[in-house]
């Protein structure tokens, strides 16, 4: 999870804060019930509440989200700040909102619950006619070229020659890999060696998931080694306010990096088609690119991060619509639990019911597995 110093940092965005705090203040009012979604420390919130706005809930699954009610009365917004410490699907408000903000980014602007939070919080939480910032994302790509993302790389079979073995498999297998920034390298402006250009969009006023798909062509700018694609965000927050995170700024959000099987040659002016698939919540991509390098050979490139990751028969077996689940040894404790937290028995009752149950289970795994299932599950 964040820590309060990854939100201050976040918060040092100063082009992300400026256009949500412009945002802000044309839409609250002194009638507005805002709810902020993912709030943090509470900056979006605070920034509510000093608008004007008659209530302001703040919902974050963080324990930092806590530091917002001392920051709150150090500048007397207490009373119109509620903290809501817990998953945005299960708060229920008594009164709709007139204004909804959920920056949920990661690498991508889509990330992890990001799309299916947005779309709950719409059926659930805004009133007819309140607005969501941000309002859309629009999601470009560009071909880049560098020698550091090469090498880098190429540590990971090193990684295994340098004690005797090929490691051929495990560099498939981080080439297959989608990267974010932060985990690899940052891609300047100078790196990119294409045109850039749109390839999906998402409008979270109407949105409803599933696969975000498109082909686009690239022309070469000059004369390069292309060796990965860049992804990365334009939000438009409301309206005219927009910011997007292309290579050449410096934003709280990286971008997001797909490497190449092998570099491509290209010239400049040759054109470079590329076909980009992903899921609402970022986590499987596909990316294809078709080429004629400078020697004139076609070059068509197929990869998924499904071969990034190695995935064992059994899970996928379990993850087949056919399959016909059974409880394991783990899922049976959980439900012994579940089932106690009648709210009678205390958390200490509850430990020794399962202790007993449960008598070759270490005790003290066993203690943290209840825990971790009451701070989970309970209210």
Request: glycine share 6%.
């Amino acid at each position: 999870m964040y820590s309060v110093l990854s939100y201050a940092a976040m918060m040092r965005d100063g082009v992300r804060m400026d256009a949500y705090a412009r945002a802000l203040s044309r839409r609250v009012t002194a009638d507005s019930v805002v709810v902020d979604i993912g709030s943090g420390t509470g900056i979006a919130a605070l920034i509510a509440a000093r608008l004007g706005a008659r209530a302001v809930h703040a919902i974050e699954i963080n324990p930092a989200v806590h530091l917002l009610r001392d920051l709150a009365a150090e500048n007397g917004l207490a009373s119109k700040i509620h903290v809501h410490a817990a998953s945005s699907f299960d708060v229920e408000l008594s009164e709709k909102a007139d204004v909804v903000v959920s920056d949920l980014r990661g690498a991508f602007a889509l990330h992890d619950q990001h799309a299916e939070i947005v779309r709950d919080a719409r059926a659930r939480f805004l009133r007819p006619g309140g607005v969501m910032f941000p309002v859309a994302d629009e999601f470009f790509v560009a071909g880049f070229e560098s020698f550091e993302l090469q090498h880098r790389l190429s540590l990971t079979a090193q990684s295994f020659e340098r004690l005797g073995f090929r490691g051929e498999a495990a560099l498939f297998s981080t080439l297959n890999t989608r990267h974010s920034e932060r985990d690899l390298l940052q891609v300047t402006a100078s790196d990119v060696v294409t045109t850039s250009t749109s390839w999906g969009a998402v409008d979270y006023g109407s949105w409803q998931g599933g696969v975000i798909a498109g082909t686009v062509a690239l022309e070469a700018t000059r004369d390069a080694e292309m060796h990965g694609l860049v992804v990365w965000f334009k939000a438009r927050v409301d309206d005219d306010i927009e910011y997007e995170n292309r290579p050449g700024t410096t934003m709280a959000y990286p971008r997001t990096v797909l490497p190449l099987l092998r570099p491509i040659r290209v010239a400049r002016g040759a054109r470079i088609e590329v076909t980009l698939r992903v899921d609402e919540q970022a986590v499987q991509w596909a990316w294809n690119v078709s080429a004629t390098d400078v020697d004139r050979k076609e070059i068509a490139l197929r990869q998924a991060s499904f071969f990034g990751m190695p995935v064992g028969i059994e899970t996928l077996r379990k993850a087949s619509s056919s399959f016909a689940p059974e409880r394991g040894p783990r899922a049976a404790l959980a439900s012994f639990v579940l089932s106690a937290m009648d709210g009678t028995a205390s958390l200490h009752d509850i430990e020794e019911r399962t202790a007993a149950a449960f008598p070759k289970h270490p005790r003290a795994s066993l203690a943290r597995q209840v825990r971790e299932l009451v701070m989970r599950y309970a209210r």
